[in-house]
Protein backbone atom coordinates (compact mmCIF):
# COMPACT_ATOMS: atom_id res chain seq x y z
CA UNK A 1 0.00 0.00 0.00
CA UNK A 2 2.79 2.50 1.35
CA UNK A 3 4.05 1.78 -2.92
CA UNK A 4 0.93 2.26 -4.74
CA UNK A 5 0.35 5.70 -2.17
CA UNK A 6 3.89 6.96 -3.42
CA UNK A 7 3.41 5.87 -7.02
CA UNK A 8 0.09 7.73 -7.41
CA UNK A 9 2.20 10.57 -5.34
CA UNK A 10 4.81 10.75 -8.05
CA UNK A 11 2.96 10.58 -10.94
CA UNK A 12 0.52 13.61 -9.30
CA UNK A 13 3.98 15.72 -9.37
CA UNK A 14 4.81 14.94 -12.66
CA UNK A 15 1.72 15.68 -14.20
CA UNK A 16 1.53 19.21 -12.00
CA UNK A 17 4.75 19.88 -13.23
CA UNK A 18 3.77 19.38 -17.12
CA UNK A 19 0.23 20.75 -16.88
CA UNK A 20 1.23 24.18 -15.51
CA UNK A 21 3.63 24.04 -19.10
CA UNK A 22 0.56 24.62 -20.89
CA UNK A 23 -2.25 25.58 -18.69
CA UNK A 24 -1.54 29.15 -19.27
CA UNK A 25 -1.72 29.55 -23.18
CA UNK A 26 -5.33 30.05 -23.03
CA UNK A 27 -5.20 32.64 -20.41
CA UNK A 28 -2.34 34.89 -21.86
CA UNK A 29 -5.16 37.38 -22.95
CA UNK A 30 -6.58 37.77 -20.06
CA UNK A 31 -3.54 38.21 -18.15
CA UNK A 32 -2.97 40.97 -20.59
CA UNK A 33 -5.39 42.73 -20.00
CA UNK A 34 -5.62 42.38 -16.38
CA UNK A 35 -1.88 43.27 -16.23
CA UNK A 36 -1.76 46.17 -18.05
CA UNK A 37 0.37 44.54 -20.52
CA UNK A 38 1.35 43.40 -24.12
CA UNK A 39 0.51 40.35 -25.23
CA UNK A 40 4.17 40.45 -26.64
CA UNK A 41 5.27 41.18 -22.88
CA UNK A 42 2.83 38.40 -21.64
CA UNK A 43 4.24 35.41 -23.90
CA UNK A 44 7.09 35.85 -21.33
CA UNK A 45 5.04 33.53 -18.77
CA UNK A 46 5.60 30.75 -21.32
CA UNK A 47 9.25 31.27 -22.06
CA UNK A 48 10.71 32.05 -18.94
CA UNK A 49 8.47 28.92 -17.53
CA UNK A 50 10.27 27.00 -20.19
CA UNK A 51 13.65 28.49 -19.72
CA UNK A 52 13.80 27.26 -16.36
CA UNK A 53 13.01 23.98 -17.08
CA UNK A 54 15.20 23.09 -19.18
CA UNK A 55 18.34 24.65 -17.15
CA UNK A 56 17.43 22.89 -14.10
CA UNK A 57 16.39 19.10 -15.75
CA UNK A 58 19.31 18.35 -17.02
CA UNK A 59 20.93 18.77 -13.56
CA UNK A 60 18.51 17.41 -11.31
CA UNK A 61 20.82 13.92 -11.32
CA UNK A 62 23.51 16.11 -9.70
CA UNK A 63 21.14 18.34 -7.36
CA UNK A 64 19.60 14.94 -6.00
CA UNK A 65 22.97 13.99 -5.01
CA UNK A 66 24.39 16.95 -3.98
CA UNK A 67 21.53 17.71 -1.44
CA UNK A 68 20.23 14.35 -0.97
CA UNK A 69 17.35 12.87 -3.35
CA UNK A 70 14.46 13.44 -0.64
CA UNK A 71 15.61 16.22 0.61
CA UNK A 72 15.73 17.82 -2.92
CA UNK A 73 12.61 16.76 -4.26
CA UNK A 74 10.38 17.47 -1.22
CA UNK A 75 11.88 21.34 -1.65
CA UNK A 76 11.57 21.12 -5.35
CA UNK A 77 7.67 20.29 -4.86
CA UNK A 78 7.44 22.86 -1.68
CA UNK A 79 9.35 25.68 -3.78
CA UNK A 80 6.82 24.61 -6.95
CA UNK A 81 4.31 25.02 -4.82
CA UNK A 82 5.38 28.38 -3.19
CA UNK A 83 5.56 30.38 -6.40
CA UNK A 84 2.55 28.89 -8.11
CA UNK A 85 0.70 30.93 -5.36
CA UNK A 86 2.99 34.08 -5.84
CA UNK A 87 2.21 33.72 -9.31
CA UNK A 88 -1.55 34.36 -8.64
CA UNK A 89 -0.57 37.15 -6.14
CA UNK A 90 1.31 39.44 -9.23
CA UNK A 91 0.82 42.78 -9.75
CA UNK A 92 2.50 43.76 -12.66
CA UNK A 93 3.40 41.41 -15.54
CA UNK A 94 7.15 40.71 -14.60
CA UNK A 95 6.55 39.70 -11.26
CA UNK A 96 4.53 37.14 -12.66
CA UNK A 97 7.28 36.48 -15.07
CA UNK A 98 10.50 36.19 -12.24
CA UNK A 99 8.18 34.18 -9.83
CA UNK A 100 7.22 31.69 -13.30
CA UNK A 101 10.83 30.99 -13.72
CA UNK A 102 11.23 30.00 -10.07
CA UNK A 103 7.94 28.22 -10.24
CA UNK A 104 9.83 26.33 -13.49
CA UNK A 105 13.22 25.55 -11.10
CA UNK A 106 11.42 24.24 -9.43
CA UNK A 107 9.14 22.19 -11.19
CA UNK A 108 12.68 20.42 -12.90
CA UNK A 109 12.96 17.93 -10.32
CA UNK A 110 8.73 17.01 -10.35
CA UNK A 111 9.49 15.21 -13.80
CA UNK A 112 13.12 13.41 -13.95
CA UNK A 113 12.95 12.57 -10.01
CA UNK A 114 9.69 11.20 -10.36
CA UNK A 115 10.48 8.99 -12.92
CA UNK A 116 13.52 7.61 -11.54
CA UNK A 117 11.06 6.74 -8.50
CA UNK A 118 8.51 5.21 -10.39
CA UNK A 119 11.17 2.64 -11.55
CA UNK A 120 12.59 1.79 -8.44
CA UNK A 121 9.35 1.00 -7.44
CA UNK A 122 9.28 -1.88 -9.87
CA UNK A 123 10.99 -4.78 -10.20
CA UNK A 124 13.57 -5.11 -13.53
CA UNK A 125 10.93 -7.74 -14.60
CA UNK A 126 8.00 -5.40 -14.56
CA UNK A 127 10.02 -2.22 -15.59
CA UNK A 128 7.38 -1.56 -19.04
CA UNK A 129 4.64 -1.53 -16.57
CA UNK A 130 6.77 1.36 -14.83
CA UNK A 131 6.82 3.31 -18.32
CA UNK A 132 3.22 2.74 -18.89
CA UNK A 133 2.37 4.40 -15.87
CA UNK A 134 4.58 7.21 -15.48
CA UNK A 135 4.06 7.51 -19.37
CA UNK A 136 0.15 8.33 -18.62
CA UNK A 137 1.55 11.54 -16.43
CA UNK A 138 3.82 12.22 -19.51
CA UNK A 139 1.20 12.41 -22.19
CA UNK A 140 -1.74 13.52 -20.11
CA UNK A 141 -0.36 16.57 -18.26
CA UNK A 142 0.16 18.42 -21.29
CA UNK A 143 -2.85 17.14 -22.92
CA UNK A 144 -5.45 18.78 -20.25
CA UNK A 145 -3.46 21.48 -19.19
CA UNK A 146 -5.19 23.83 -22.33
CA UNK A 147 -8.93 21.99 -20.44
CA UNK A 148 -7.77 23.17 -17.23
CA UNK A 149 -6.86 26.40 -18.09
CA UNK A 150 -10.02 27.06 -20.34
CA UNK A 151 -12.68 25.96 -18.17
CA UNK A 152 -10.81 27.74 -15.35
CA UNK A 153 -10.46 31.17 -16.92
CA UNK A 154 -13.90 31.43 -18.37
CA UNK A 155 -15.86 30.49 -15.39
CA UNK A 156 -13.38 32.03 -13.06
CA UNK A 157 -10.38 34.31 -13.02
CA UNK A 158 -6.67 33.43 -14.37
CA UNK A 159 -4.80 33.56 -11.04
CA UNK A 160 -6.89 30.29 -10.40
CA UNK A 161 -5.17 28.43 -12.78
CA UNK A 162 -1.57 28.88 -10.27
CA UNK A 163 -3.64 28.39 -7.09
CA UNK A 164 -4.77 25.20 -8.07
CA UNK A 165 -1.58 23.73 -7.28
CA UNK A 166 -1.19 25.07 -3.70
CA UNK A 167 -3.69 22.11 -2.06
CA UNK A 168 -2.14 19.09 -5.01
CA UNK A 169 1.43 20.67 -4.06
CA UNK A 170 1.25 20.48 0.10
CA UNK A 171 -0.43 16.90 -0.62
CA UNK A 172 2.33 15.83 -2.36
CA UNK A 173 4.98 17.03 -0.44
CA UNK A 174 3.34 15.70 2.88
CA UNK A 175 2.95 12.40 1.12
CA UNK A 176 6.40 12.26 0.06
CA UNK A 177 7.65 13.70 3.09
CA UNK A 178 6.25 10.73 5.03
CA UNK A 179 7.02 7.73 2.59
CA UNK A 180 9.82 8.64 0.61
CA UNK A 181 12.93 7.34 1.65
CA UNK A 182 16.53 7.72 -0.05
CA UNK A 183 17.65 5.10 -2.93
CA UNK A 184 19.62 2.40 -1.78
CA UNK A 185 22.56 3.18 -4.40
CA UNK A 186 23.62 6.66 -4.02
CA UNK A 187 25.62 9.22 -6.19
CA UNK A 188 28.08 10.75 -5.09
CA UNK A 189 28.20 14.12 -6.36
CA UNK A 190 31.31 15.36 -5.77
CA UNK A 191 32.74 19.21 -6.00
CA UNK A 192 29.73 21.60 -7.81
CA UNK A 193 30.87 21.88 -11.58
CA UNK A 194 30.20 26.23 -11.56
CA UNK A 195 31.65 26.25 -14.97
CA UNK A 196 29.47 23.42 -16.39
CA UNK A 197 25.96 25.20 -14.96
CA UNK A 198 27.17 28.56 -16.14
CA UNK A 199 27.55 26.90 -19.61
CA UNK A 200 24.52 25.36 -19.64
CA UNK A 201 22.58 28.01 -17.63
CA UNK A 202 23.64 30.32 -21.23
CA UNK A 203 23.24 28.13 -23.51
CA UNK A 204 19.93 27.08 -22.93
CA UNK A 205 18.44 29.88 -21.89
CA UNK A 206 19.60 31.82 -25.07
CA UNK A 207 18.39 28.99 -26.85
CA UNK A 208 14.96 28.83 -25.58
CA UNK A 209 14.80 32.51 -26.11
CA UNK A 210 15.58 32.28 -29.55
CA UNK A 211 12.60 29.42 -30.39
CA UNK A 212 9.76 30.47 -27.90
CA UNK A 213 10.58 34.52 -29.66
CA UNK A 214 11.65 34.19 -32.84
CA UNK A 215 8.67 34.63 -34.65
CA UNK A 216 7.30 36.99 -32.86
CA UNK A 217 10.91 39.27 -33.32
CA UNK A 218 11.17 38.35 -37.13
CA UNK A 219 13.89 35.83 -36.63
CA UNK A 220 17.15 36.58 -37.97
CA UNK A 221 15.74 40.37 -38.80
CA UNK A 222 15.64 41.22 -34.86
CA UNK A 223 19.69 42.21 -33.58
CA UNK A 224 19.38 40.63 -30.11
CA UNK A 225 18.12 37.63 -31.95
CA UNK A 226 21.17 37.18 -33.63
CA UNK A 227 23.48 37.79 -30.89
CA UNK A 228 21.90 34.82 -28.74
CA UNK A 229 22.07 32.58 -31.74
CA UNK A 230 25.44 32.89 -31.68
CA UNK A 231 25.75 32.72 -27.68
CA UNK A 232 23.36 29.28 -27.84
CA UNK A 233 25.84 28.50 -29.89
CA UNK A 234 28.95 28.52 -28.26
CA UNK A 235 27.56 27.99 -25.21
CA UNK A 236 26.64 24.86 -25.60
CA UNK A 237 29.54 23.54 -28.30
CA UNK A 238 31.71 24.79 -24.78
CA UNK A 239 29.21 23.11 -22.23
CA UNK A 240 29.38 19.63 -24.48
CA UNK A 241 33.15 19.75 -24.86
CA UNK A 242 33.88 21.13 -20.81
CA UNK A 243 31.57 18.36 -19.49
CA UNK A 244 33.24 15.40 -21.61
CA UNK A 245 36.93 16.48 -20.29
CA UNK A 246 36.28 17.27 -16.55
CA UNK A 247 36.11 14.28 -14.04
CA UNK A 248 32.92 15.20 -12.26
CA UNK A 249 30.54 17.01 -14.77
CA UNK A 250 27.44 18.26 -13.68
CA UNK A 251 25.76 16.98 -16.84
CA UNK A 252 27.04 13.44 -17.44
CA UNK A 253 27.11 13.43 -21.19
CA UNK A 254 28.95 10.16 -21.30
CA UNK A 255 25.62 8.24 -20.50
CA UNK A 256 25.00 8.71 -24.21
CA UNK A 257 27.45 6.20 -25.04
CA UNK A 258 24.52 3.66 -24.58
CA UNK A 259 23.13 3.58 -27.77
CA UNK A 260 19.73 2.83 -26.55
CA UNK A 261 19.64 6.53 -24.39
CA UNK A 262 20.99 8.15 -27.46
CA UNK A 263 18.30 6.69 -30.04
CA UNK A 264 15.40 6.85 -27.83
CA UNK A 265 16.77 10.82 -26.88
CA UNK A 266 16.60 11.51 -30.41
CA UNK A 267 13.16 10.15 -30.68
CA UNK A 268 11.89 11.76 -27.79
CA UNK A 269 12.92 14.67 -29.19
CA UNK A 270 10.64 13.59 -32.38
CA UNK A 271 7.83 12.70 -30.01
CA UNK A 272 7.98 16.14 -28.10
CA UNK A 273 7.61 17.95 -31.41
CA UNK A 274 4.30 15.86 -32.36
CA UNK A 275 2.99 16.22 -29.08
CA UNK A 276 3.27 19.64 -28.23
CA UNK A 277 2.91 21.29 -31.39
CA UNK A 278 -0.67 19.55 -31.71
CA UNK A 279 -1.87 19.97 -28.43
CA UNK A 280 -0.76 23.81 -29.18
CA UNK A 281 -2.70 23.55 -33.37
CA UNK A 282 -5.36 21.94 -32.52
CA UNK A 283 -6.91 24.38 -29.62
CA UNK A 284 -5.58 27.17 -32.22
CA UNK A 285 -7.73 26.13 -35.41
CA UNK A 286 -11.10 25.23 -33.82
CA UNK A 287 -11.22 28.39 -31.65
CA UNK A 288 -10.20 30.44 -34.31
CA UNK A 289 -11.50 29.37 -36.96
CA UNK A 290 -14.52 27.14 -35.83
CA UNK A 291 -15.77 29.40 -33.36
CA UNK A 292 -15.12 27.02 -30.28
CA UNK A 293 -14.94 28.06 -26.62
CA UNK A 294 -12.07 27.32 -24.73
CA UNK A 295 -14.41 24.39 -22.41
CA UNK A 296 -15.90 22.89 -25.72
CA UNK A 297 -11.98 23.13 -27.22
CA UNK A 298 -10.89 21.85 -24.09
CA UNK A 299 -13.56 18.67 -24.54
CA UNK A 300 -12.12 17.86 -27.96
CA UNK A 301 -9.17 16.77 -26.37
CA UNK A 302 -10.63 14.51 -23.84
CA UNK A 303 -11.80 11.21 -25.52
CA UNK A 304 -8.29 11.30 -27.11
CA UNK A 305 -6.58 11.62 -23.40
CA UNK A 306 -8.09 8.77 -21.81
CA UNK A 307 -8.43 6.50 -24.81
CA UNK A 308 -4.61 7.16 -24.91
CA UNK A 309 -4.24 6.09 -21.45
CA UNK A 310 -5.39 2.64 -22.29
CA UNK A 311 -3.29 2.73 -24.99
CA UNK A 312 -0.30 3.25 -22.44
CA UNK A 313 -1.30 0.22 -20.54
CA UNK A 314 -2.06 -2.20 -23.59
CA UNK A 315 1.56 -1.40 -24.87
CA UNK A 316 3.14 -2.16 -21.36
CA UNK A 317 1.59 -5.76 -21.45
CA UNK A 318 2.59 -5.88 -25.32
CA UNK A 319 6.29 -5.28 -24.74
CA UNK A 320 5.57 -7.49 -21.76
CA UNK A 321 5.00 -10.77 -24.11
CA UNK A 322 8.23 -9.72 -26.35
CA UNK A 323 6.53 -7.75 -28.88
CA UNK A 324 9.94 -5.73 -30.53
CA UNK A 325 9.69 -2.21 -29.54
CA UNK A 326 10.74 -0.86 -32.90
CA UNK A 327 7.40 -2.25 -34.26
CA UNK A 328 5.26 -0.70 -31.76
CA UNK A 329 6.81 2.74 -32.27
CA UNK A 330 6.58 2.52 -35.83
CA UNK A 331 3.13 1.35 -35.50
CA UNK A 332 2.54 4.59 -33.41
CA UNK A 333 4.41 6.90 -36.01
CA UNK A 334 2.03 5.38 -38.37
CA UNK A 335 -0.89 6.00 -36.37
CA UNK A 336 -0.06 10.38 -35.41
CA UNK A 337 0.52 10.55 -39.54
CA UNK A 338 -3.04 9.46 -39.69
CA UNK A 339 -3.89 12.17 -37.52
CA UNK A 340 -1.92 15.35 -39.09
CA UNK A 341 -3.24 13.91 -42.34
CA UNK A 342 -7.18 13.82 -41.28
CA UNK A 343 -6.65 17.26 -39.42
CA UNK A 344 -5.02 18.36 -42.76
CA UNK A 345 -8.05 17.85 -45.07
CA UNK A 346 -10.33 19.90 -41.94
CA UNK A 347 -12.72 22.30 -43.55
CA UNK A 348 -14.13 25.53 -41.98
CA UNK A 349 -17.42 23.38 -41.59
CA UNK A 350 -15.77 20.70 -39.44
CA UNK A 351 -17.84 19.32 -36.51
CA UNK A 352 -16.43 18.38 -32.96
CA UNK A 353 -17.30 14.88 -33.73
CA UNK A 354 -14.82 14.46 -36.42
CA UNK A 355 -11.80 15.97 -34.93
CA UNK A 356 -11.93 14.05 -31.90
CA UNK A 357 -12.13 10.84 -33.99
CA UNK A 358 -8.58 12.50 -35.53
CA UNK A 359 -7.48 13.06 -32.04
CA UNK A 360 -8.05 9.65 -30.79
CA UNK A 361 -5.63 8.16 -33.44
CA UNK A 362 -3.08 10.82 -32.30
CA UNK A 363 -3.54 9.75 -28.78
CA UNK A 364 -2.97 6.01 -29.31
CA UNK A 365 -0.13 7.01 -31.63
CA UNK A 366 1.44 9.18 -29.13
CA UNK A 367 0.62 6.73 -26.01
CA UNK A 368 2.21 3.93 -28.16
CA UNK A 369 5.49 5.34 -28.42
CA UNK A 370 6.03 7.01 -25.38
CA UNK A 371 6.00 3.33 -23.44
CA UNK A 372 8.86 2.07 -25.78
CA UNK A 373 10.76 5.09 -25.56
CA UNK A 374 10.62 5.45 -21.67
CA UNK A 375 11.84 1.83 -21.13
CA UNK A 376 14.29 2.21 -23.97
CA UNK A 377 15.91 5.40 -22.75
CA UNK A 378 17.38 3.66 -19.21
CA UNK A 379 17.15 -0.12 -20.04
CA UNK A 380 20.87 -0.72 -20.43
CA UNK A 381 22.14 1.76 -17.46
CA UNK A 382 23.40 0.80 -14.21
CA UNK A 383 21.00 1.88 -11.58
CA UNK A 384 23.81 5.18 -10.62
CA UNK A 385 23.03 6.33 -13.99
CA UNK A 386 19.64 6.23 -14.45
CA UNK A 387 18.09 9.26 -12.80
CA UNK A 388 20.80 10.75 -15.35
CA UNK A 389 19.63 9.26 -18.21
CA UNK A 390 16.22 10.23 -17.38
CA UNK A 391 16.77 13.75 -16.91
CA UNK A 392 18.38 13.45 -20.24
CA UNK A 393 15.76 12.19 -21.80
CA UNK A 394 12.89 14.64 -20.24
CA UNK A 395 15.06 17.54 -21.64
CA UNK A 396 14.90 16.11 -25.06
CA UNK A 397 10.99 16.02 -24.96
CA UNK A 398 11.10 19.62 -23.54
CA UNK A 399 13.74 20.49 -26.07
CA UNK A 400 11.67 19.03 -28.81
CA UNK A 401 8.55 21.04 -27.91
CA UNK A 402 10.08 24.24 -28.14
CA UNK A 403 11.68 23.54 -31.71
CA UNK A 404 7.73 22.13 -32.56
CA UNK A 405 6.43 25.41 -31.34
CA UNK A 406 8.80 27.53 -32.84
CA UNK A 407 8.74 25.97 -36.01
CA UNK A 408 5.33 25.73 -36.09
CA UNK A 409 4.78 29.25 -35.26
CA UNK A 410 6.91 30.27 -38.25
CA UNK A 411 5.60 27.72 -40.92
CA UNK A 412 2.01 29.03 -40.13
CA UNK A 413 3.15 32.68 -40.14
CA UNK A 414 5.14 31.77 -43.68
CA UNK A 415 1.88 29.60 -45.33
CA UNK A 416 -0.87 32.35 -44.13
CA UNK A 417 1.39 34.92 -46.70
CA UNK A 418 1.83 32.27 -49.13
CA UNK A 419 -1.88 31.27 -49.77
CA UNK A 420 -3.24 35.02 -49.17
CA UNK A 421 -0.87 36.12 -51.77
CA UNK A 422 -1.81 33.21 -53.98
CA UNK A 423 -5.95 33.72 -52.81
CA UNK A 424 -5.45 37.45 -53.95
CA UNK A 425 -3.80 36.89 -57.42
CA UNK A 426 -7.19 35.39 -58.41
CA UNK A 427 -9.35 38.38 -57.19
CA UNK A 428 -9.60 41.22 -60.31
CA UNK A 429 -12.24 42.63 -62.45
CA UNK A 430 -12.02 40.10 -64.98
CA UNK A 431 -13.19 37.15 -62.96
CA UNK A 432 -16.37 36.89 -63.44
CA UNK A 433 -17.14 35.24 -60.32
CA UNK A 434 -15.52 37.98 -58.30
CA UNK A 435 -17.23 40.31 -60.06
CA UNK A 436 -20.59 39.02 -59.63
CA UNK A 437 -19.95 38.33 -55.16
CA UNK A 438 -18.84 42.01 -55.56
CA UNK A 439 -21.85 43.28 -57.10
CA UNK A 440 -24.36 41.09 -54.96
CA UNK A 441 -22.90 41.81 -51.82
CA UNK A 442 -22.80 45.89 -52.63
CA UNK A 443 -26.26 45.04 -53.37
CA UNK A 444 -27.08 43.78 -49.93
CA UNK A 445 -25.30 46.28 -47.73
CA UNK A 446 -26.97 49.36 -49.98
CA UNK A 447 -30.32 47.54 -49.70
CA UNK A 448 -29.70 47.98 -45.52
CA UNK A 449 -29.28 51.38 -46.02
CA UNK A 450 -25.44 52.38 -46.86
CA UNK A 451 -24.91 54.79 -49.14
CA UNK A 452 -23.25 53.24 -52.27
CA UNK A 453 -19.57 53.70 -51.89
CA UNK A 454 -20.08 52.62 -47.99
CA UNK A 455 -21.96 49.45 -49.55
CA UNK A 456 -19.07 48.56 -51.47
CA UNK A 457 -16.48 49.21 -48.80
CA UNK A 458 -18.49 46.70 -46.57
CA UNK A 459 -18.55 44.45 -49.62
CA UNK A 460 -14.49 44.40 -49.91
CA UNK A 461 -14.41 44.09 -45.99
CA UNK A 462 -16.33 40.40 -45.98
CA UNK A 463 -14.32 39.52 -49.19
CA UNK A 464 -10.89 39.99 -47.59
CA UNK A 465 -12.69 37.80 -44.14
CA UNK A 466 -13.12 35.60 -46.62
CA UNK A 467 -10.06 35.56 -47.87
CA UNK A 468 -8.28 35.42 -44.11
CA UNK A 469 -10.25 32.40 -43.21
CA UNK A 470 -9.49 30.44 -46.11
CA UNK A 471 -5.47 31.39 -46.42
CA UNK A 472 -5.82 30.68 -42.23
CA UNK A 473 -7.33 27.27 -43.07
CA UNK A 474 -4.81 26.13 -45.61
CA UNK A 475 -1.92 27.05 -43.36
CA UNK A 476 -3.35 25.16 -40.85
CA UNK A 477 -3.64 21.99 -43.34
CA UNK A 478 0.15 22.28 -44.06
CA UNK A 479 1.73 22.78 -40.90
CA UNK A 480 -0.46 19.06 -39.65
CA UNK A 481 1.63 17.83 -42.65
CA UNK A 482 4.76 19.04 -41.68
CA UNK A 483 4.62 17.90 -38.36
CA UNK A 484 3.30 14.41 -39.56
CA UNK A 485 6.31 15.01 -41.86
CA UNK A 486 8.65 15.43 -38.85
CA UNK A 487 7.32 11.85 -37.30
CA UNK A 488 8.09 10.00 -40.14
CA UNK A 489 11.74 10.87 -39.98
CA UNK A 490 12.30 8.66 -36.96
CA UNK A 491 11.63 5.44 -39.55
CA UNK A 492 15.34 5.22 -40.35
CA UNK A 493 16.14 5.15 -36.68
CA UNK A 494 13.62 2.40 -36.02
CA UNK A 495 15.81 0.39 -39.10
CA UNK A 496 18.76 0.92 -36.99
CA UNK A 497 17.50 -0.54 -33.79
CA UNK A 498 15.75 -3.48 -36.05
CA UNK A 499 19.31 -4.26 -36.98
CA UNK A 500 20.85 -4.45 -33.35
CA UNK A 501 17.42 -6.28 -32.14
CA UNK A 502 18.51 -9.43 -34.95
CA UNK A 503 22.51 -9.06 -33.72
CA UNK A 504 21.93 -9.11 -30.40
CA UNK A 505 19.13 -11.24 -29.01
CA UNK A 506 19.28 -9.55 -25.27
CA UNK A 507 17.58 -6.63 -26.40
CA UNK A 508 17.01 -3.56 -23.50
CA UNK A 509 13.33 -4.67 -23.16
CA UNK A 510 13.68 -8.34 -23.12
CA UNK A 511 16.59 -8.27 -20.61
CA UNK A 512 13.98 -7.61 -18.27
Not at 89 to 106: E, H, K, Y
Not at 212 to 240: H, K, M, N, Q
Not at 259 to 288: C, D
Request: proline content about 4%.
Amino acid sequence: MRKRILLITVIMAAMMELIDTSIVNVALSHMSGNLGATLEDTSWVITSYAIANVIIIPITSFLAAKLGRRNYYIGSILAFTLFSFLCGQATSIWMLVACRFLQGLGGGALLSVSQAIVFELFPREKQNVASALFGIGVFVGPTIGPTLGGYITEYYSWPWIFYINVPLGLLVAGSCFILLHEPLLKQKAGKVDWTGILLLATGVSALQTVLERGETEDWFETPYIIWLSVIAAISLILFIWWELRTEKPVVNLRVLKSRNLAIAAILTFISGVGMFSSVFLTPVFAQRLLGFTPTQTGLLLLPGACIAIGGLIVSARLLQRGVPPAYMIATGICLFGLFSWQMSRMNGDAGAQLISTALVWRGLGLAIVTVPLTTLAVSTLPATDMPQGAALNNMMRQLGGSFGLALVNTYLANRNAVHRSDLVSHLNAENPLVTERLQRMTGYFAAKGAAWNEARQEALKVLDSGIVRQSSLLSFSDAYLVIGGVFLIALPLLLLAAKRKRARPAVVLSDH
